[in-house]
């Protein structure tokens, strides 16, 4: 797996976006998938922990760590992981809800990300870092979420 260990990409990962993860239509491994969960949390947390920082890069900046743009966070492809791992959960509703939530949080992020990208550009008075400071909610839920689910498969980051 090409992201494995690597998952503290500098602020400005912008650039760095070449790899391939997932080949289409073909199915991981509990184990691959184990891992890029972990990767995932880690990329999670990393975003969190530098955001200012991250956010001095632009919304696509922190979009890249949201894994929405470009391939090079563990957050890349996270509802193929998801769905690999439900097979382990006791509770697959809890699972699946939880699921759920973790692709909500990335969602409203990024679209809080996006919108710091074009609001300095229209006619709207709101500035980037109401959006930015939006997504960093949702990022603080992501990363809650994303413990939750561990715990839900008895994963331990």
């Known amino acids: 797996v ?13 650039m760095e976006n070449t790899q391939s993860i997932f080949k289409a239509g073909a199915s991981i491994s509990d184990e691959v998938a ?4 972990q990767e995932g949390r880690k990329s999670a947390q ?9 956010c001095e890069g632009g919304g696509d900046n922190v979009r890249r760590y949201l894994g929405t743009v470009g391939t090079t966070s563990g957050l ?10 439900s097979t382990r959960a006791d509770d697959i509703v809890e699972y699946t809800e939880t699921a759920q939530e973790v692709e909500k949080t990335i969602q409203q992020a990024d679209g809080s990300a996006y919108m710091a990208i074009f609001v300095t550009t229209s006619t709207s008075y709101t500035p980037p870092a109401k959006y930015f400071g939006d997504a960093k909610v949702e990022i603080k839920r992501l990363v809650t979420a994303l413990d939750q689910l561990a715990a839900l498969i008895d994963l331990k980051y």
Not at 2 to 14: C, F, M, Q, W
Not at 76 to 85: A, C, E, F, H, P
């Open 76 to 85: 890349y492809g996270i509802s193929k992981v998801m769905k690999t791992l």
């Open 2 to 14: 090409a992201l494995v260990g690597k998952a503290i990409l500098p602020a400005n990962a912008a």
């Open 46 to 54: 990393y975003l969190l922990d530098h955001y200012d920082e991250i």
């Open 34 to 37: 184990e891992q890029r969960l």
